[in-house]
């Protein structure tokens, strides 16, 4: 188009305006502002020339592209504050290459019906004049089958004549319609039917809104008692398509005589689209006088407790686009709306699209950490941080990586570390725009730290010396909690940085884990070997928690307990199918029976730890043996302390 321009100058002026449309549409909005600009300049450069018509015509063109200007600065800034929802294509099963738009739905979304332009049977439903390339509209439906999708599109023939035929409104329960005839200018009709059927009285006309001009879009409260419509009536307002309403009086069963919404909701340009929300407190409309993003914008605005309207607000990005947005259907106070446009990337000229509201949900962020060299995945640990309180977000390990759950719309740091890499730190984001890119997927590249140790060794059986599978879970201040696998032949090997202080925690079914520390500098490269030798478990043994110790006459935990209540967790879900006994003792300071109870109040404050941190209770069994089963004799301070604790065991069953 540029070169074409160079070719023919006459053309430039035309040329510059539809390219400045095109960048408009694909939302560049500096760049089509700039064009706008250029189109102007070249429009005035034979300004003195021109005869009146001539200059009028510029004037009324500068009004418009300067309306366009204002809409690029509009979308700019609107964009910028995108809103959390997604907008999905209805799909060729309702869509077609055609114009389709005005969906209307029931309140349970179990069945729908909408206007199409698509080619009809009937010949006499060819649209008249050289610039129409549709058939006349006509009304389709189509219901949710029990799987929950929509069904192909049929037209509604009880509805449909040759000329013109428009759905506008359908109420909650799916038994009245509005709809629209190209009668008498363009009138508005009602029609009822028999619950659950497709049979549809005859649409009589609308006497209390229509008149000899254009009555284009209606909409109802939910009690009938109001309707709200758009007419180009000059005997009521102006020329312009406007918001009016008119009220059932309740006591004469008459309907009053319209009234202008007024300078707040109207514009000296086409209000359409308009919907009432059932409770008749919320009103939406498409506009292209209020600040829109291009052409015809979504707008709402909220009846105040006075009865005043409030200045409209645009429903944002994506919601509305740089296209026509003209038809909207809103279900439950705004989390779900059926919106029509012509927006890029649609089936057709117009196409219909549903739009969710995600604010306050939550979506899978799947990472796939991977070595930069070998390409092989690797064991890591993922640290997540942000949302609006700045919360921790846990990630869980998945065949092809890790997944965490976020909420959408915001922003996050990542921290991935892994053993003998370089740790990886970048900000992410859940924010989109359609449906197509929700589901967030990272590629990590992993590359290798300096003068990295290779740490490897193997797991016995402590008795037999036989290898033995096993994990190894490596953690240090810098390093989170990472697991590594012995192989059946009970080898493990990992690369680990060295000057660190590592704790290691060796597990394997049917065995006691094993907890090590471990330090490891540069003089123990390239390999530093560690073995582990696990001890079978034995089901008729106490086993004793090391730190679980408690003050005297206290069934208080305390802080330097959780370490050991973690493992005791960590053994709970190595072994899902098991129930254990905690025993809890007590010194022989005081009388058997309040021991007695001290303990059991004991035993229960570790069941009551476990529970809260995911261990079901039914698998514990707190028992308090009071000072009946000694370690040590009572005969000291420090002796009597090592009788407060807590042991577990095995139970058979």
Partial sequence: MERAMDFDPKYKPDAVFQRARLLHQQKDWDAAAAKYRQYLKLAAVNLEFMNAEQRFDLESDRAVVNRYIMQCENGKALVTDTMPVIVANLGTKLNSQYPDYAVCTSGDESYMIFTSRRPSNDKKKKGRGLSDLYSNEDIYYSMKSKNGYWVPAQ?????NSRKHDASVWLSKDANTCIIYRFRNGGDLYMAVREDN?????????????????????????????????????????????????????????????????????????????????????????????????????????????EGKWAKPVNLGYPINSPGDDVFLSVLNGGEKMYIDSDRLNGLGEKDMFLVENMANKTIPYHFMVIDSVTGEQISSSIQIVGGEEQNEFKSFEQPDGYMAILPVYQKFFV???????????????????TAETIDFRDTIYMNLGEDVVTLAGTVYDAFTREKITGEIEISSEEHFAQLIKADQSGRFKTAISPEEVYTLKVS??????????????????????????????????????????????????????????????????????????????????????????????????????????????????????????????????????????????????
């Fill in 415 to 433: 921290k991935i570390t892994s053993l003998g890499y370089k740790s990886y730190i970048n900000e992410i984001s859940t924010r989109y725009e």
């Fill in 155 to 159: 037209p509604l023939s009880e509805l």
């Fill in 197 to 305: 059927t497709q049979k549809w009285s005859k649409p009589k006309p609308m006497k209390m809104v229509n008149s000899p001009f254009r009555e284009a879009h209606a909409s109802m409260t939910e009690d009938g008692k109001t309707i709200y419509f758009t007419s180009n009536n000059p005997d009521l307002g102006t020329s312009s398509l406007d918001i009016y309403k008119v009220t059932l009086d309740s006591a004469s069963g008459r309907w009053t005589q319209p009234v202008n919404l007024g300078g707040i909701i109207n514009t000296e340009y086409d209000e359409e689209g308009v919907f009432i929300s059932p409770d008749g407190k919320t009103l939406y409309f498409s506009s292209e006088g209020h600040p829109s993003m291009g052409g015809k914008d979504f707008f709402k605005s909220e009846l105040s407790p």
């Fill in 508 to 653: 394997s079914e049917g065995y006691q884990t094993v907890v090590e520390t471990a330090k490891i500098d540069e003089t123990d490269a390239p390999e530093y070997i560690r073995d582990f030798y696990l001890n079978k478990l034995d089901f008729d043994k106490d086993y004793k928690l090391a730190k679980i110790y408690f003050d005297f006459d206290r069934a208080t935990l305390r802080p330097s307990s959780i370490k050991e209540l973690k493992d005791l967790k960590f053994l709970l879900e190595r072994f899902p199918n098991v129930r254990v006994e905690l025993s809890a003792h007590t010194d022989n300071v005081g009388s058997r029976s309040y021991n007695l109870v001290l303990s059991k109040r004991r035993a229960e404050a570790v069941v009551d730890w476990l529970v809260r941190n995911g261990i079901k209770k039914d698998r514990l069994e707190p028992r308090g043996y009071a000072f009946d089963k000694p370690v040590a004799p009572n005969n000291s301070p420090a002796n009597r302390q090592l009788n407060r604790r807590v042991e577990f065991k095995f139970l058979k069953d």
